[in-house]
């Protein structure tokens, strides 16, 4: 049915809206250069898994998935409280192949790089997602969730000192602003949500290994951010929309498949590259990146 | 541009790839005179792994070729939709979605790597698909399903054969270099406890990342044990980070015997010397004849994939003429009654649960050309 290859692909845009409304909270709202978003994606991914084969219920393995790496979070943001732009960034990063190498190696626990196969899909409350239109609505209900708490965020008076300490965070902290509470609160909230997204995606694939956690699985969900344009949730939903659904239609042009591959690289580096020359702040964005 | 204009402009850049999509997920194929029966096939064609998988794309073509040549399957042509993965789970899974739902395949070769493959076994269950991977060596894959199939031998098969060749020529203390890669582990592990279980060690365990380029430390602990090792093992096969190491093992003087599994000549050119003399087993036995086509028909040499690619194809094509179905239930079903066949790939052997197994060769290098000893 055709229905069920579009389906999938808005399981995987609904996926990647978690992932990029999230970091869009602390890269964009808070300015924190943040590219530990894939590891926390990979601890919410790791934690549902292993806890689904153990038999533990869903709801529970998914809040433990966001809480888990909501932990990790609140554990990066203590070193790098003081770090800002670039630093920020290679620490974050640093963190990212940490989880990836604690992924790899710890064969004990990940089962290294044979993976986890076998992830069951969700069961609540005697309801099984077996079918891809189950998961769908299952994703979409976390989708919204995660859009209207970090709106709620960000058009808070709360968000609004998140903006401050992203544009000039000395002035905030003369004005007795707790500057290192706030930006970890953004960097908990922001791997929450990328450990929601971490376990929707175990839930969904049933087969997770280090393979899907890498560096280069980055990539797009910072084009996404940048592209969307900074602190902006209407800009990240359409670049989320676009850029995951863009190579798509490639399958049908009836290239041969050896072009396709590289031809999606390079219109994700095409459009991103267009946007940076003639929109440097992306769709809708309030800011520049720095 | 005012913002409700923008917004306006995103988001008919937005209907305009759904458009394309939709177009591309409705759109009618013409009908055509002769009906051609549609397979699909998911493998890495871009990328890393994609030497295998272009391999085992060019089998598939290769078997086509013949098959409709001989008149097709009772007259009707079997052609095939090939989608590249690109190694990416969620790119395996958008194409067999894309191949059964829009394309209307339920039968597919692939995938060419285990963490593609195994996101597919659910969705191969829930909808029959007949899946045969050319490549894929871990059980957890064709022992899922009857539905699902292997061409190419498990992994563990030839390192547990290994562990028992290195263990007659004499070895029992030896060196392991595998690699944190899924099939690589697989390997290595199996080396380990069968080495083990005939009494030998494993002196030094190496498992670097499969891409560290610095091979000096891996090299340096071997150094440093060598007066207590007899051999060097390595499970890595065509994995570089194995090379390195061999290289920088020949470079600081350790001349201790090497011996490894599925290497092909790209490994051993890559290799720059440090693999001359060693000693190898390989699944990879393409009949004389299939090689010598295979490479002058695309101009490269043979690789993993392209023979078992083939075979694939032509079980499934033989399938489909014995029963007169392209219904997968009696296809499995028939697949699945399979004892021996007699392919390019070599003697395949059923495991009755969809694997294949078959004999391998041994080999050793020399002047950089593999030739056969057993």
Known sequence: MPSAYIIHLLILVGIYLILTISLQLSVGFTGLLNLGHIAFYAIGAYTAALLALAGWPFWLCILLAGLVAMLFGFILSIPTNKLKGDYLALATLGFSFLIYAVALNWSGLTRGPLGLPGIPRPEIFGFVFSGNTSFLILTLIIVLITYFVIRKITTSPFGKVLEAVRDNELAARVLGKNTFKIKSISLVASAFFAGLAGSLYAYYITFIDPSSFTIMHLIPIIAIVIIGGLASLKGTVIATIILILLPEPLRFIGFPSSVIGPARQILYALVLLLILLYRPKGFYGKVELE | ?374
Do not use: C
């Open chain 2, 1 to 374: 541009m005012s913002k409700s204009s923008k917004t306006i402009t995103w988001l008919v850049v937005i209907v305009i790839i759904i458009a394309g999509i939709w177009y591309g997920v409705t759109r009618k194929t013409p009908p055509s005179e002769e009906n051609p029966i549609k397979i699909g096939s998911i493998l890495i064609l871009t990328g890393e792994g994609a030497s295998w998988g272009t391999a085992a794309k060019n089998g598939i073509d290769m078997a086509l070729e013949k098959i409709n040549s001989q008149g097709g399957i009772d007259g009707r042509k079997l052609v095939v939709v090939h989608e590249d993965d690109q190694s990416d789970p969620k790119n395996a899974l958008s194409a067999f979605q894309k191949l059964t739902g829009i394309d209307g395949v339920s039968t597919i070769i692939g995938t060419t790597w285990s963490h593609t493959g195994l996101p597919l076994v659910d969705l191969a269950k829930e909808n029959k698909t007949l899946i045969i991977s050319p490549s894929l060596g871990v059980k957890d894959f064709n022992e899922a399903s009857e539905y699902l199939f292997n061409t190419w031998p498990h992994d563990f098969y030839l390192s547990q054969e290994l562990a028992d060749y290195v263990y007659k020529k004499g070895h029992r203390k030896v060196a392991l270099i595998g690699a944190q890669q899924v099939w690589v582990k697989d390997q290595t592990n199996a080396f380990k406890s069968r080495f083990e279980e005939l009494g030998g060690s494993i002196e030094v365990l190496l498992e670097p990342n499969p891409t560290d380029k610095n091979a000096n430390t891996d090299a340096l602990k071997i150094k440093e044990k060598e007066a207590d090792i007899d051999a060097i093992i390595s499970t890595t096969d065509g994995i570089l980070v194995g090379v390195q190491i061999a290289k920088r093992v020949r470079e600081i003087g350790i001349e201790l015997p090497i011996y490894s599994i599925s290497i092909d000549a790209d490994v051993i050119a890559a290799a720059e010397g440090a693999y001359e003399g060693m000693e190898f087993l390989t699944f990879l036995t393409p009949t004389q004849k299939f090689q010598k086509e295979y490479e002058e028909k695309y101009g490269l040499a043979i690789d993993i994939g392209a023979a078992s690619a083939y075979d694939a194809a032509i079980l499934i094509a033989e399938a489909m003429k014995e029963t007169k179905s392209t219904d997968t239930a009696v296809l499995q079903e028939h697949l699945n009654k399979i004892e021996q066949y007699n392919g390019v790939s070599g003697e395949l052997v059923s495991d009755g649960k969809g694997g294949f197994t078959k004999p391998f060769l041994s080999k050793k290098v020399v002047n950089s050309i593999p030739i056969d000893i057993r």
